[in-house]
């Protein structure tokens, strides 16, 4: 599997976006980049997913780079309750099923 | 729906004891995963099935750990005997075979071996 690098730790202030990157240069290019949450004690949330274009739904935003070698991930009004670690993952699309989380980025929402 | 329900939330035991830890995917998923997370090694896959079968186990940690899923709406992570090293947070996820990887995870358990 491809591997990611993320921010440790993010900060944030409330009403404004949130744009968490991540970089993967060895992504193939059938590989999917995929975006989940972890709030403290739950268990993790998907965001969003995209292979190529540009991605939006009621969540997030998600930015990949022409070469598909980055992506960001935009929370664009981040709330209080956005405050997670944020998994960036690549991974195959509909018959491969391993997602490999990583350390992810903390991303702290600050009043 | 209820989404993926795992019991039970908190559970603790004493090393050597045999602990069990159980499942109810969402209706209508064909796949179920089992993940573990710790403060050192994060978030880490188990095991996943499919349609009750199990698939890849090459992350069970050893053979002290042994996943069952007996029909589409349960299956179980047993440990034993467990040990300290055995504490984390495991997590039970299903997703839909069709259409995207999606995996929607349940609340966990915490599980706290003395």
């Known amino acids: 599997d491809a591997k990611t690098t993320q921010p440790t730790s993010m900060d944030c202030a409330e009403g404004r976006a949130a744009n968490l990157p991540c970089n993967h240069s060895t992504i193939s290019g059938n590989e999917y980049v995929y975006w989940y949450r972890q709030i403290h004690s739950q268990g993790p949330q998907y965001i969003i997913h995209?292979?190529?274009n540009n991605e939006t739904n009621e969540m997030a935003s998600l930015i990949i780079t022409e070469d598909r070698k980055s992506s960001t991930l935009i929370l664009p009004h981040a709330t209080l309750r956005d405050t997670a670690v944020y998994y960036c993952?690549?991974?195959?699309?509909?018959?491969?099923?391993?997602?490999?989380f990583g350390q992810g980025t903390r991303l702290t929402i600050n009043p | 729906d209820a989404g993926v329900i795992q019991s039970p939330r908190h559970e603790v035991t004493e090393m050597g004891q045999e602990v069990t830890l159980r499942c109810k995917p969402i209706?209508?998923?064909?796949?179920l995963f089992w993940y573990r997370q710790t403060m050192m090694r994060g978030l880490e896959l188990l095991i996943y099935f499919n349609n009750n079968v199990p698939i890849d186990d090459s992350g069970m940690p050893e053979d002290r750990f042994s996943a069952k899923m007996p029909n589409a709406s349960f299956s179980t992570l047993k440990i034993q005997p467990s040990e300290p090293r055995d504490s984390a947070v495991y997590f039970c996820?299903?997703?839909?075979?069709?259409?995207?990887?999606?995996?929607?995870f349940g609340p966990g358990t915490r599980l706290t071996v003395l």
């Open positions: 993952i690549v991974g195959y699309g509909q018959g491969a099923q391993k997602l490999v």
């Open positions: 995209g292979l190529k």
């Open positions: 996820a299903s997703s839909v075979k069709l259409g995207t990887d999606t995996q929607y």
């Open positions: 209706s209508g998923h064909d796949y």
